[in-house]
């Protein structure tokens, strides 16, 4: 008799230190907002509440695919002491993830929304040339911005009697803005694009000024 309520008073004390805990998983193209199906996910836990990936005590307690909708809901009881990420195995040929993995505590409640976006690649390749330069004065700044903002949208600047190629680069897909300020003889003029990149494109973008 004994044995058996040290038995129920240790499972009560197991289950108090856990709680039940619902992950819905959801991963989608940051372009188009298709669902990615089939998408290997894993729900991990640690001792290390800042790294439930890291070091060899982390432990996967769920893993499966996402469904057909690019979803998966999880229940699991989690321990309240420890670390726990989920992550999903990104797609092929991707050029751009918002999250690839995403961690949890208890403060985020019993029901964690844990949201991925992916993008594809296209091939970009810039051209700029100062086709009527006037001296070393001039000059030419050039912002670009995409879908996600992942460019961070940093000035590319190119003085004098600028004549520069990139090199082919994988980007992600999507609507892509260009903003370019040219001035010569102390004045400043704008000028702007706007153009579209698809998976596996090849595009070059020319500037003359």
């Known amino acids: 008799m004994k044995k058996i309520i040290l038995l129920l008073i240790i499972g009560m004390v197991f289950f108090s230190c856990k709680k039940k805990q619902t992950i819905h998983i959801t991963a989608k193209n940051a372009v188009t907002g298709e669902p990615y199906s089939g998408l290997t996910y894993y729900v991990v836990t640690h001792k290390n509440v800042l790294k439930p ?22 229940t699991k009881r989690l321990s ?24 949890f505590s208890e403060e985020d409640g019993k029901n964690f929304k844990a ?6 690649c296209a091939t970009l390749q810039r051209k700029v040339t100062n086709i009527n330069c006037i001296d070393a004065s001039d000059k030419i700044e050039i912002y670009i911005d995409n879908t996600m ?11 004098g009697c600028a004549n520069s190629t990139t090199s082919p680069t994988k980007v992600p ?5 260009l903003h370019w300020i040219v001035t010569k003889n102390n004045i400043s003029t704008d000028y702007y694009d706007t153009f579209n990149l698809v998976i596996n494109e090849f595009k070059v973008h020319e500037i003359n000024y």
């Open 149 to 159: 903002h992942s460019t961070l949208n940093i000035p590319w600047v190119l003085y």
């Open 80 to 103: 309240k002491n420890n670390g726990h990420g989920v992550r999903v195995e990104e797609p092929e040929n991707s050029c751009y993830n918002k999250n690839i993995q995403l961690y």
């Open 115 to 120: 949201e991925f976006e992916f993008a594809e």
């Open 173 to 177: 897909i999507g609507t892509y803005t």
């Open 53 to 74: 990936y890291g070091g060899k005590k982390a432990k996967t307690v769920a893993t499966g695919t996402l469904d057909e909708n690019g979803e998966a809901i999880v």
